[in-house]
C-alpha cells in the first residue's frame, strides 16, 4: 500500500476518533436525566424570580403524580440503582401537566451518582414558569418502592380513628414477576393501626384497596405474593435498627415455613412513604394475616387472640377472622389453649417451632394471649390448632420494664414461652424441644445464616440512604442505649453459643 494511501486512512480514522470524542463531551454537557436536561450551573442564573406554586399532581413519573413532600419540596423517585448506574440510564421521564420546561441543574452528585443517592444527595429540579421567574425542588433517588397516598378524612370508625379515602400510587423499580419497573395505583381507605402504637409520632396505617365502585380491589404490590385489597404499612418506629420484623419474617418463611405443619409470616418488603404531601420515612409494606393469604379452606378457622385481662367471656378474647361462623368445637379449642389446661389440641411440631424462635428472639409479645394467631382445623371429626407468629417488633434485646428498652444483656438469657400444660401433657417435652434446637442449629439456625439476612436487608436500607432520612425524621426511639446491627450480632451470637435451651 502507498504511503500516501496509508496516510490519507490514517487521518480519516483520527477524524473519526476527534468526532466521536466531541459527540460525547457535547452529548455529556447536554445530557438528559429521565428526559429532563441538565443545565450548568451558569445557565441556571437565568432564573432570577423564585415563585412558590403547589404542583402536587401537576408532575409526572411513569404518567402518574410524583410524591412531594411539601415542607421541604422533595419529589422521592423509585430506581433501581445498582454500583454500575449512571444518570442517563435510570428508567421513566419527568414531566408536568402543562407542558412547561424543567431542568436538573449540574453538579457533582451526576458524577458519583451511586455514592450521591446513599448520601440522600438532592439533584436540584428548576420549573420554568416563564420571564425569569421558576419553582424548585429536590429530587432524592432511592433504590426502594416509593408509596404516595393521597386523600381526605372521611369519617371515625367505631374505635374512634380517623379514616381517609383517596388513592395510593406505588412505584416498583425492580419489580419481581417481571424485572422490570412497575407502577400500581388505586383508590383507597386507610386509617391508623396498633394498639400500644397508637400514640406514637411516626404511624402505622392499614390499607383497603378499593375500585370505582366501592368494592374490594385485589392488587399485587412489589412481588409480595398474590393480589390482595387488604395490606398494612407497618412504620418500624420502636426499632432502630429497622432489622427485627423483617428478620423474623425472613427466617420464617424461608426455613420453617417450609415444614407442613407451619403456616407461614406476614411477608414484607421496605419502601418509603409520602402521605398527603409529607415524607413519612421508611415503612415495611405487608400482607395481612388472613383466610385468603393462609389459603386457608372451608374445615379451617383462623382465630386472633385480641384479649389479656382475665374473667372476661370466651368471645371477648378471640376474633374468628373471615369464614363461617365457627362450630362450637372450635370454641372448645380456643378455650382450653386460652385456660393452658393441657396440650391434647395443639400440633407439637408447630408449637415447638414457634416456641424456640420466639425463645431464640426473646419476643414477649408472641409469649402472651393477645395478637396470638392460631388456625384451628377439623380433619375426619379431630380438630388441632396451629400457631402463627406475628407480633416480633419487640425482640433481640428489646425487654419489658415499665414500658419497652433496649436491653439485651437481660434477655438473652431469658426464657420467654413455656405452656406449663404442654409440658404436663408431654413428660418427654425437654427431650423434644432439645433435639428441634440441634436440627434448627444444625440446618439453618446458624449465625451465618442469621447475619446474612441481618446484612442483606441492611444494606438494602442504607445503600440508598433511606434510614438516615428516617432517622432524621424521626430521630432514634432508643436514645439512652446503643440499639445497632452489632449489638444485635452480639445478642445472636450469644444465644446461639448454647447447645440446649432449658
Not at 458519583?112 to 425569569?132: C, K, S, T, W, Y
Not at 383466610?291 to 384479649?307: P, V
Not at 433496649?406 to 427431650?431: G, M, S
Request: aromatic share 12%.
Amino acid at each position: 500500500m502507498e504511503m500516501k494511501t496509508i496516510k490519507k486512512l490514517m487521518f480519516t480514522v483520527a477524524a473519526a476518533i476527534l468526532a466521536v470524542v466531541i459527540f460525547f463531551c457535547f452529548a455529556r454537557e447536554r445530557a438528559f436525566c429521565m428526559g429532563v436536561p441538565i443545565i450548568s450551573q451558569t445557565e441556571s442564573e437565568r432564573f432570577t424570580q423564585f415563585e412558590e406554586q403547589d404542583l402536587n399532581n401537576r408532575i409526572l413519573h411513569m404518567d402518574v403524580p410524583v410524591a412531594i413532600d411539601n415542607a421541604s419540596r422533595t419529589i422521592y423517585i423509585a430506581q433501581n440503582i445498582d454500583k454500575e448506574t449512571y444518570y442517563t440510564e435510570l428508567d421513566g421521564v419527568l414531566t408536568e401537566t402543562e407542558g412547561r420546561k424543567m431542568y436538573f441543574v449540574k453538579d457533582e452528585g451526576f458524577e458519583n451518582f451511586v455514592q450521591a443517592v446513599a448520601e440522600g444527595h438532592r439533584f436540584r429540579l428548576i420549573i420554568d414558569l416563564q420571564q425569569g421567574t421558576y419553582m424548585e425542588y429536590g429530587v432524592v433517588f432511592t433504590d426502594l418502592p416509593v408509596i404516595r397516598l393521597a386523600g381526605l378524612k372521611t369519617g371515625v370508625d367505631k374505635e374512634d380513628r380517623s379514616i381517609y379515602s383517596g388513592e395510593i400510587i406505588v412505584w416498583d423499580p425492580l419489580y419481581e414477576n417481571s424485572g422490570k419497573y412497575n407502577v400500581q395505583r388505586s383508590l383507597l381507605d386507610w386509617h391508623r393501626r396498633g394498639s400500644s402504637t397508637l400514640g406514637d409520632a411516626k404511624k402505622s396505617w392499614k390499607l383497603s384497596l378499593k375500585k370505582e365502585d366501592g368494592t374490594n380491589n385485589d392488587l399485587e404490590f412489589i412481588g409480595l405474593e398474590k393480589g390482595d385489597d387488604d395490606w398494612i404499612l407497618n412504620a418500624i418506629y420502636r426499632d432502630d435498627t429497622k432489622i427485627r420484623e423483617k428478620m423474623a419474617m425472613d427466617l420464617w418463611n424461608t426455613y420453617l415455613a417450609q415444614e407442613e405443619y407451619n403456616y407461614k409470616m406476614s411477608q414484607g418488603k421496605y419502601a418509603e412513604v409520602v402521605c398527603n404531601g409529607q415524607y413519612c420515612g421508611l415503612y415495611l409494606l405487608q400482607r395481612r394475616i388472613d383466610r385468603k393469604y393462609l389459603e386457608l379452606d372451608e374445615n379451617q378457622f383462623l382465630a386472633k387472640g385480641i384479649k389479656a385481662a382475665d374473667g372476661l367471656p370466651l368471645e371477648e378474647y378471640f376474633d374468628i377472622i373471615g369464614g363461617e361462623t365457627a362450630p362450637d368445637k372450635v370454641w372448645d379449642v380456643l378455650e382450653n389453649i386460652h385456660k393452658r389446661e393441657n396440650g391434647r389440641y395443639i400440633n407439637l411440631d408447630n408449637w415447638k417451632d414457634v416456641s424456640l424462635l420466639i425463645d431464640f428472639g426473646y419476643m414477649p409479645d408472641n409469649s402472651g394471649k393477645k395478637n396470638v394467631y392460631f388456625v384451628v382445623s377439623e380433619s375426619d371429626g379431630e380438630f388441632e390448632a396451629r400457631e402463627i407468629l406475628w407480633d416480633t417488633d419487640f425482640s433481640f434485646g428489646v425487654n419489658y420494664a415499665s414500658g419497652f428498652v433496649h436491653r439485651p444483656e437481660k434477655t438473652v438469657n431469658a426464657r420467654r414461652y413455656r405452656h406449663d400444660a404442654v409440658a404436663a401433657d408431654h413428660p418427654d417435652l425437654d427431650r423434644m424441644m432439645a433435639e428441634r434446637w440441634f436440627e434448627m442449629r444444625s440446618e439453618f439456625l446458624t449465625a451465618e445464616n442469621v447475619f446474612c439476612i441481618i446484612d442483606q436487608n441492611y444494606e438494602k436500607i442504607n445503600a440508598c440512604g433511606a434510614k438516615t432520612r428516617d432517622e432524621q425524621q424521626w430521630g432514634r426511639y432508643y436514645d439512652d442505649s446503643d440499639d445497632s446491627i452489632d449489638v444485635m450480632k452480639k445478642f445472636i451470637e450469644e444465644f446461639l453459643e448454647k447447645k440446649v435451651i432449658v
